[in-house]
């Protein structure tokens, strides 16, 4: 996919979008608007979201910054619909074979169609009266067209809530000014993504990824000034796109690799171009009885990337199983893919493009109301006063608050926080009880201790398979909350975000449970990483590495992507790839690719007990067996003998004084 025009598309429409919402903010907040008067809720709905913000002009470009970036993704995604033919009518497109224009839904109004099932009556009557003139306005085609959208993302809302606002939500007050523009992001969107490019919902993570680019440009200008990370820098720092390739090595080599222990005889690996078979027998892994059994998460799932490819993978499996066509994205959805984010944006176009994997293969899918299992991980506590109300009878209060409380900084913590299965599966059901009606004056707290479980119960340990691109953050980056947290929780990995995402991807599958990542390769030969090195290979087997060097992610410090088994072998042999000549050579992920579609290139076939004998356990794969088995039988030669000074050069030494001169002194 050619990416330049996109990347040009989205920093142009986050600039465009920020000013055209920042004016909205102040029209519809001045005094005396039209909105304070005909939508009340929703002008105090905004008001308090300002003043949650920071308030002032602090509060309003905070909205005007996510209002926008929520609007830029409900246009990407109604322009995706459109040119896939989703939505009956071209909702931000003009009719189908048209290049410019105006919308089509504006272009029927204006011939007095309008769909009756989507607008309101009170839509349809105000439109009418815009466009007719007997009702005033500056901009009669613009405020109709306003209306329109409005009502149409409503409609969308029923299949989608999480990308399309419900009636009465602020955001509809701030659509952009100016869609109707020849250079409108409306008419831009419709030129970059055209019918080709949204051919492949992979476009939807590039244009994420270059949407936040500015974003993530200051972030890390603020570190090179000292500045810490915190919740609202975490996001913009840490993503990172990944190439469609790398995403199918991991996916294959994890799912893929778990299922055909399952089922040897599937004919799943003849389109898996990217799987590493054992090359030994393996006979400790997860039992899988059906398709719906196989559970696949992405921790820190961004815009989906890995769970849209999962997604393919399941269905050739479900169909190999002689499931039907009609029920399998549905099943897909429900039992097998799940993901959890910090960023709701991100998280709103991961369950989007899990939405239209599933329409691309079933027409009638809208009408399932089937929502993905993503859950955006949002900040959640409590007061004394409401924990005294949760807290069971005979409960360890320490452990039940500790419960609750555990959310309160999600946020910035992510799926790196741990619930006790135990405690999350006793409250849950004591919460329960709470449901009978009788609880009036604490159903906001009631409705907040269930979002807590909900979210508590995606970080639980219960699936067979974790595959992740996790975010990268060394510790001297991180803020004093985040570094305090991974000093307490992951103290041998606590160095970079990445090695603690490691460990959480191991703590999240069972014993013979697979997980997949792709990280920098710093953690494989640092001395710091040594422990964290000694804790992995001690309760996991790795089975695949792809030693990439540079370049996969631009201009980067060198990155590796590996699969690894839960669960300690120290015998078991694994697959190791090195992808590159000269380490700091950079090269693209497409020249990466043919490196490891070159089977004649660099391959070593080494058992982890080598690996493990190692100093420091370093991941020095290319070590001859004979080294490997000295440094087994021998130790390091540091503690055999002692070190000291080589040869000095005599011109330097001071002479030896004289016993005479000595007995002087």
């Known amino acids: 996919m050619e990416t330049a025009p996109l990347k040009n598309f989205a920093t142009w429409a986050r600039t465009a979008l920020i000013r055209e919402v920042t004016a909205r903010v102040a029209a519809v907040l001045a005094p005396g608007s039209s909105e304070r008067v005909e939508q009340a809720k929703a002008v105090y709905a905004l008001e308090r979201a300002v003043t949650a913000a920071g308030g002032g002009d602090e509060g309003r470009s905070a909205v005007a910054d996510k209002v926008a970036y929520t609007w830029f993704n409900r246009i990407v995604a109604l322009r995706f619909m459109d040119a896939n033919g989703y939505t009956g009518i071209g909702v931000v497109s003009p009719q189908a074979g048209i290049e410019v224009g105006q919308p089509e839904i504006l272009a029927e109004a204006k011939r007095g169609v309008v769909d009756t099932e989507v607008a309101s009556q009170k839509t349809c009557t105000a439109v009418a009266a815009l466009l007719d003139g ?148 393996v006979t400790d892994f997860l039992r899988i009885a059906k398709p719906e059994d196989l559970k696949v998460i992405d921790p820190a799932c961004g815009s989906g990337h890995m769970l849209t490819y999962a997604f393919d993978l399941l269905y050739s499996i479900y169909e190999e199983e002689g499931y039907g066509p009609a029920e399998i994205p549905s099943l897909i959805l429900t039992n097998n893919l799940y993901g959890t984010e910090i960023d709701p944006r991100a998280g709103a176009l991961a369950a989007f493009a899990l939405t239209m994997k599933a329409r691309a293969r079933q027409r009638t899918f809208f009408t399932k109301q089937v929502e993905p299992n993503i859950c955006v991980l949002e900040p959640i506590s409590f007061s004394p006063d409401e924990l005294d109300f949760l807290r069971t009878k005979n409960g360890d209060r320490h452990a039940e608050e500790a419960f609750w409380n555990q959310l309160a900084d999600a946020d910035t913590f992510g799926s790196l926080i741990q619930p006790d299965p135990d405690i999350t599966s006793q409250l849950a059901a004591h919460l329960a009880t709470f449901d009978h009606g009788d609880e009036l004056l604490r159903a906001e707290t009631i409705e907040r201790a269930h979002r807590l479980v909900y979210q508590a119960e995606f970080l639980l340990p219960r699936y067979g398979v974790v595959v992740a691109n996790p975010p990268y953050m060394g510790s001297s980056n991180m803020g004093p909350l985040l570094a305090g947290f991974a000093r307490e929780k992951y103290p041998a990995a606590k160095s970079d975000l990445m090695t603690m995402f490691i460990e959480r991807a191991a703590s999240l599958v069972p014993e013979g449970g697979v997980f997949a990542m792709i990280t920098l390769a710093s953690w494989m030969f640092n001395q710091d990483a040594a422990n964290f090195r000694k804790d992995l290979l001690g309760r996991s087997t790795i089975s695949s590495l792809l030693h990439l060097g540079r370049g996969v992610f631009g201009v980067d410090y060198g990155t590796v992507a590996f699969a690894a088994t839960r669960g300690h072998d120290d015998r078991s042999v694994g697959v190791y790839r090195k992808l590159y000549d000269v380490f700091s050579s950079v090269r693209t992920p497409e020249e990466i690719r043919d490196l490891f579609l070159d089977h004649s290139h660099a391959s070593y076939l080494v058992a982890q007990h080598a690996i493990e004998s190692l100093p420091g356990k370093a991941f020095a794969y290319w070590v001859d067996r004979e080294v490997a088995d000295a440094f087994s039988r021998c130790g390091p030669i540091g503690k055999r003998f002692s070190s000291g000074n080589g040869i000095t050069t005599l011109m330097r030494r001071r002479p030896p004084r004289s016993p005479s001169r000595h007995r002087d002194e």
């Not at 000034?225 to 790398?246: M, N, R, V, Y």
């Not at 399952?262 to 027998?281: C, F, H, I, K, T």
């Open 134 to 281: 007997t009702r005033a306005s500056a901009s009669p085609q613009g405020e109709a067209y306003a209306l329109l959208l409005a009502d149409y993302c409503r409609h969308w809302n029923r299949a989608m809530p999480f990308m399309f606002e419900r009636e009465g939500d602020y955001t509809e007050l701030l659509i952009p000014a100016n869609l109707l523009a020849d250079d409108s992001v409306l008419n831009r969107s419709v030129k970059v993504l055209t019918e080709e490019v949204c051919r492949d919902v992979e476009v939807i993570g590039w244009l994420y990824q270059f949407y936040i680019a500015e974003r993530k440009d200051e972030v890390f200008a603020g570190f090179k000034k000292s500045k810490k990370a915190g919740a609202g820098e975490i996001p913009a720092a840490t993503q990172l796109f990944t190439p469609h390739w790398i995403v199918r090595y991991l996916v294959e080599n994890s799912l893929g690799r778990l299922w055909l222990l399952n089922r040897p005889s599937s004919g799943l690996v003849d389109q898996m171009e990217y799987y590493l078979a054992p090359v030994e027998e």
